[in-house]
């Protein structure tokens, strides 16, 4: 009875552990625009997850040289949420996309 209680936590604890590095994978595509959601935009990093058209998850890092526009109109990173309908211009630099221009399209 004690094994099977140690391995039931061993379990336990291998399942939360792979739960915590799941992030969910993300895509690199090629440098260009691509129109998708906002699956999840983290303010404090400055960083949104946008899933494209195509079924392919984008994991954007806002720079210094970053533009957010609505209508034309720079607007904060705060307007990005979760289902926000987006328009992005990545950079693609090795393994990572940055992002050159988000639009936001509601």
Do not use: H
């Not at 998708?36 to 079924?55: L, M, N, Q, R, S």
């Amino acid at each position: 009875m004690k094994n099977l209680k140690s391995w039931l936590a061993v379990f336990a604890m291998l399942t939360l552990f792979m739960y915590g590095c799941d992030s969910g994978s993300t895509d690199v595509v090629e440098s260009g625009t691509y129109q998708g959601t906002v699956k999840k935009a983290v303010p404090e990093k400055t960083e949104i997850y946008v899933e494209t058209e195509d079924k392919k998850t984008l994991e954007l890092y806002f720079t210094d040289a970053t533009t957010l526009t609505r209508n034309g109109e720079t607007v904060p990173f705060d307007q990005l949420r979760e289902g926000t309908r987006v328009e992005v211009q990545v950079e693609k630099v090795g393994q990572r996309l940055d992002p050159v221009a988000v639009r936001i399209l509601e």
